[in-house]
């Protein structure tokens, strides 16, 4: 009766944390940027993008938004200005916006702000966050797949096996959630960022950066990993001392 409340736990801890990765995974809101530029708001200015840099569109009156994620970074224009975290949220983003593949661009890195070596490195560095992001998802999922093989109490080892990959998929997720802060409070000059803006653009140009509810649901789907990987590997080795 304990293993099977055990077992039932597990799973509902397990198939939890598969789904939030995945969510987190899938979604495009890990970072969120508002820029702004107060002197301009009453008219727009057109000006020229280079690679990396966060704005790549016309500035508008009022405020752009951007947010960005494993496979994509999006930007929109609106005119009401305002730091609502609910702007990002789906129904309240317009109908239509900007967006662009954003596997290996770091943010908000320009190759003419950094040398080409500085540049070169938040490639590779996010390059390596890209890579335990997939090997995450593919260990939580591949672990749920052996799991549902394992029941009813079949084989021990399938649960050891399981249990392995949901703690190893909650591991590879811790580190890439360091990894991403560390990204963005050190690896990006954010700073030097804003410098080349007020330069380039405006005076008195404004950027704000908050962490996303993408980034938010990952530490949650890490502690279901987790216990769900402990309780299949408890669960493993109990089915192989009592029914073995």
Known sequence: MKLS??????????????LLFL?????????LATERCPSV???MDSFSAERGDIIVSPHKAGATYHHEGFFWRCW????????????????NQPPSKFCMHAYLLPFPLT?????????????????FWSVFMMLGVVAATVGGFIIICAAPFSNYNLYKAGGGLFLSAGMLFTILVIMYVIWIETVIDIPEYIQKQRTNICYDF??????????II????IFFSLLAGLLFLLAGHTIQIHYD
Request: glycine residues 10%.
């Open 23 to 31: 969510v987190a995974f899938g979604t495009d809101y890990w970072l």
């Open 111 to 127: 190759t003419e702000a950094h040398n080409s070596t500085a540049y070169e490195t938040a490639i590779i560095y996010r390059g």
């Open 41 to 43: 708001e009453n008219r």
């Open 206 to 215: 404004e950027l704000s950066i908050q962490y996303g509810w993408s980034f």
């Open 5 to 18: 409340l055990a077992l039932f736990f597990a799973g509902v801890f397990g198939a939890l944390g598969v």
């Open 76 to 91: 929109f224009n609106e005119a009401v200005m305002d730091d609502n975290i609910w702007k990002f949220w789906f129904t």
């Open 218 to 221: 990952a530490p949650i789907g």
